[in-house]
């Protein structure tokens, strides 16, 4: 422990910390645009800059570590006035473009600007003309509004490990974007939306699709139904002010219905029904040699990553669609024709913590005949925007339930949203299968928590397997390399192309605090927690739709409906 | 990928990052620019992602992405001619062209190269077109210049 002054009062500091994080324990903002907690520091913005005592210019607090004794000062009149001028340069050749931008009031150029008290164009610099990139089915890139902060370059190499990305050329011509300035669709971008969820600006955003959603609802022809994904319940409520981490799936049901969804679904109950398919793809492989290890395939982004990145692991991948697809399937299909509906009539929606399902749902395989499993996939933050146009106030709005025959799920199929969770769940049910005996425990401690790759091992039946949960690329790259060179004692590994899972999915709400994350990711536990149902073979309407409908897992019908195949991509790389 | 680039990466065992830029420009050396395919070659030797390349590469001045045109223009930058003022015939080809240097027109006719002093000092400002020196050359002459060009590829093209 040290001793440092900030403003006149005496604060502890650990040595090695920057004085950013400091400022931050202690409660005193500091803006920042290029900083991003867990990398390190690289000083571009210069926007955090702060006077400490003995140092002629003005120091950037996020690339500066704390010493015993530094006198800091934070809001000197000229620190402020240099944090204002460097706003206004930014400004300088940005367009003025709020009241039509999706960030308008999420926006932290904005913020700062008007925090900063700036109130006329001071500098005035030469406009780029960029084109707008559309290209890519998940994220649309917008350079006019870019500040070159550098966020999602770093993201997408450090974080991701895909590089899509970098700065080009210099100068006041630089900008970022992909190699050769082609559309991201042929870029090696996953579609991941990490870079979203850092970028400051409205310069990287998702491909909206709400226009046609709303288009299809005001449609008498189409039956709208809606699917969402089990992490969306515990992180819609932040775009509404409610605490991070509070679970509103009843009142987003509501909401779903006044918006005009005929039915609403849970992805959930077809992450269990994944669970059925996978965990018996893991018997299988196990008892009959099959490739090992086997590797979950519910993240788009992460099955975009191998057969860009690894095709060598191809077959390593489970077969089992995404619980998305799943669903997907089974609304044109057993549902449909439960219900007497033409399946063309079907418009099926998905709401999603994720870009990359937008791609997922675009994937040749999966449409058969021109008819697609998923027609529309909206982020969590697009919901969150309908619900504002529909002027719905869900703080105050009744709890509704889901629709069956799919709404009703083991607390193991809401699992999917945390890194470790769709493990856990295919655990219990594999250790059920093969042992015919539920575990003692269901919790698997070592699978939850946030760290990037979670490894343990569990014994089945005198069996030792082992396991491991990875998120966010980088850390899919590490593990697959160690396969690549050997390693061979793990046999069922589990992906989330996002750090820590779909609660921190590229469609979420933009907030990158790790409070918050947690937040989710505890309320998540807690459901798992207190349910009464927690295996997704003990999901009774599962079992219905199976003997109803499906015959067994890995059966014909399954292998047709609910099973996909993969592909290897060459891209720019 | 064509032999003389596998040469070039022959004479960099166990390269990494540092090479990249001598790399680059022996391999437009050879081969007039730097074309996807090679950048993608290149990116699998050092390891490196196509963006991490195109982004080093386009930091310099020195390399082009496209082939040169049918008709490769170089307008002298050095001081005899800056003083004659060939910044102004340089806008002028810009303009006409409507590409920048280090470019290539979307039909192969032009490409652009601004390059520092030709040793024609005496006929500044001077512009040499694959070769052909243009002496004393004013902004207002540009078009000219570049319209018998163009014809002369045209029928070049046709025949
Ligand atoms: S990015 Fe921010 S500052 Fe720029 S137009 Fe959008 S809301 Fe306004
Ligand atoms: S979506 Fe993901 S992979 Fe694509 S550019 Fe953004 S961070 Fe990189
Ligand atoms: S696109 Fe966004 S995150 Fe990336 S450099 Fe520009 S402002 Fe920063
Ligand atoms: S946040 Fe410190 S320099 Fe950008
Ligand atoms: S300066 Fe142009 S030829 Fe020498």
């Given amino acids: 422990m040290i001793t440092i002054e900030v403003n006149n009062r005496k604060i502890q500091a650990n040595s090695g910390e920057s004085v950013l994080t400091v400022l931050k324990r202690e409660g005193i903002r500091v803006p920042t645009l290029c900083h991003l907690p867990d990398l390190f520091p690289t000083g571009a913005c210069r926007l955090c800059v702060v006077e400490i005592e003995g140092y002629d210019g003005l120091v950037p607090s996020c690339a500066f570590q704390v010493a015993d004794g530094m006198k800091i000062h934070t809001h000197t009149p000229r620190a402020i006035r240099a944090r204002k001028t460097i706003i206004e340069l930014l400004l300088a050749n940005h367009p003025d473009d709020c009241l039509y931008c ?171 029904l994944t669970i059925m398919e996978e965990a018996s793809e893991l018997v299988e492989r196990l008892n009959n040699g099959g490739k090992m290890p086997l590797m979950t395939s519910c993240s788009p982004g992460w099955i975009k990553f191998v057969e860009t990145f690894y095709p060598e692991f191809i077959d390593n991948i489970s077969s089992c669609k995404s619980p998305q697809q799943m669903m997907g399937a089974l609304i044109k299909s057993y549902y449909a024709e439960r219900e007497g509906i033409d399946p063309k009539n079907i418009y ?50 009744e709890p509704e339930g889901n629709d069956s025959p799919f709404g009703e799920r083991s607390s193991a199929g809401k699992l999917f949203g945390v890194t470790g969770g769709v493990m856990e769940a295919a655990v219990r049910t594999a250790h059920y299968m093969i042992t015919g005996k539920e575990m003692e425990e269901y919790t698997i401690k070592d699978l939850r928590g946030l760290d990037g790759i979670k490894e343990t091992k569990v014994i089945i039946n005198g069996m030792e397997l082992g396991l491991a949960a990875v998120s966010g690329l980088g850390n899919a790259r590490k593990l697959l390399d160690q396969i690549r060179n050997g390693r061979n004692d793990i046999h069922f590994i589990e992906v989330m192309a996002c750090p820590g899972g779909c609660i921190a999915g590229g469609g979420q709400p933009l907030a990158i605090n790790k409070a918050a994350i947690k937040a989710r990711m505890k309320s998540l536990y807690d459901i798992d927690q207190s349910a009464p149902v927690r295996t997704s073979h003990s999901n009774k309407y599962i079992k219905r739709l199976y003997d109803e409908f499906l015959g067994k897992p890995l059966g014909k019908k399954s292998h047709h409906l609910l099973h996909t195949k993969y592909q290897k991509r060459d891209v720019l790389k | 990928m064509s032999d003389a680039v596998k040469r070039i990466l022959e004479n960099y065992p166990n390269a990494h990052r540092d090479s990249l830029i001598p790399i680059l420009q022996e391999v437009q050396e050879e081969q007039g620019y730097l074309s996807r395919d090679v950048i993608v070659t290149i990116g699998e030797y050092l390891n490196l992602p196509a963006s991490k390349i195109y982004g080093v590469a386009t930091f310099y001045n020195q390399f082009r992405f496209k082939p040169i045109g049918t008709y490769h223009i170089q307008v002298c930058r050095g001081t005899a001619c800056h003083v004659k003022g060939s910044a102004r015939v340089l806008d002028a080809i810009k303009r006409e062209l409507k590409i920048e240097p280090n470019e290539t027109t979307r039909d192969g006719m032009f490409s652009l190269e601004v390059v520092a002093c030709i040793g024609a000092c005496g006929l500044a400002p001077v512009i040499s077109i694959n070769g052909e020196f243009f002496a004393g050359v004013e902004p207002e002459k540009i078009k000219g210049i570049l319209n018998t060009f163009r014809k002369k590829g045209t029928e070049h093209g046709k025949s």
């Fill in chain 1, 102 to 272: 999706v960030r308008n009031g999420d926006c932290d150029l904005q913020d700062l600007a008007e925090e900063l008290g700036v109130r006329e164009r001071r500098y005035t610099g030469a406009k780029n003309d960029y084109k707008v990139d559309t290209s890519s089915p998940s994220i649309v890139r917008d350079q006019a509004k870019c500040i070159l902060c550098g966020k999602c370059v770093r993201v997408c190499e450090e974080i991701q490990g895909v590089s899509a990305i970098d700065f080009i050329g210099r100068g006041s011509g630089m900008y970022v974007g992909p190699a050769f300035n082609e559309g991201m669709n042929i870029s090696s971008c996953i579609n991941c939306g990490q870079c979203i969820v850092v970028c400051p600006t409205g310069a990287l955003r998702e491909r909206s699709s709400i226009k046609e959603v709303l288009d299809a609802i005001d449609n008498r022809e189409k039956f709208v139904v809606v699917q969402h994904a089990p992490s969306v319940s515990v992180t819609l409520g932040e775009e509404f002010g409610i605490k991070p981490g509070n679970d509103v799936l009843g009142i987003m049901t509501a909401a779903m219905r006044r918006i005009g969804f005929a039915r609403v679904f849970d992805t959930s109950f077809s992450a269990d």
């Fill in chain 1, 348 to 397: 099926s929606v998905a709401i999603m913590p994720c870009t990359a399902k937008k791609f997922e749902a675009d994937r040749p395989e999966l449409i058969h005949n021109g008819i697609a499993d998923i027609d529309a996939v909206l982020t969590t933050r697009e919901l969150a925007r309908i619900i504002k146009l529909r002027g719905l106030d869900i703080r105050n709005m």
